[in-house]
């Protein structure tokens, strides 16, 4: 990480919502992981919930979020395989098109990349991505433990890491509803 000590960090207040069927919050470690690393990062777990697989039901939750001016971040968990029933990515896009968002290709590039050293030729299968709409960031991660270790430590951490140079996405954020 290129972190620049003369610089300050500034805290972001950050909602995780996991995306599954099956899992509850006695057993969401992907979620739990994902809340540790925020929190111990220095970060404000702002809101924290577990969601279906079902497209409709994710949007609603994030429009939710975006509409809390005290959410700066969502990071998603789950739901971007390739089968049915796996529709983060299409939420998401959703999301970002009904607020003229923009999306962030280099986030899924970037964590294909990271993957590949841990699964190698198997992070095909994700379809990890990220956008921005109505000024909020949302990434969407693979529901794995790893996944989530690679998404958060290879690329979140630094990236929403205010000090963090040459450039982070905290530096961005009173510049994201410029029209």
Not at 40 to 45: D, N
Not at 60 to 82: F, H, M, N, P, Y
Request: aromatic share 6%; proline share 3%.
């Amino acid at each position: 990480m290129a972190i620049d000590t003369q610089r300050r960090f500034i805290p972001i207040a950050i909602a995780v919502v996991t995306v599954s069927d099956t899992r509850t919050a006695a057993d969401d470690t992907s979620g739990d992981i994902l809340c540790d690393r925020i929190e111990g990062a220095g970060h404000r777990l702002a809101a924290r919930t577990i969601v279906r697989d079902d497209a409709a039901l994710i949007a609603r939750q994030l429009e939710s979020w975006i509409k809390d001016s005290g959410i700066d971040a969502i990071v998603c968990t789950g739901g971007t395989g390739l089968t049915g029933r796996d529709v983060t990515p299409e939420a998401l896009e959703q999301v970002r098109a009904s607020h003229r968002g923009r999306d962030i290709p280099g986030f899924g590039e970037l964590f294909r990349w990271l993957s590949y050293a841990s699964i190698g030729t198997s992070t095909v299968q994700s379809r990890a991505c990220a956008v921005v709409a109505g000024g909020t960031y949302i990434f969407a991660l693979p529901g794995s433990n790893g996944a989530v270790k690679d998404g958060w430590d290879g690329i979140l951490a630094e990236q929403l890491d205010s000090r963090n140079r040459p450039c982070n996405f905290v530096e961005l954020m009173p510049r994201l509803r410029e029209s």
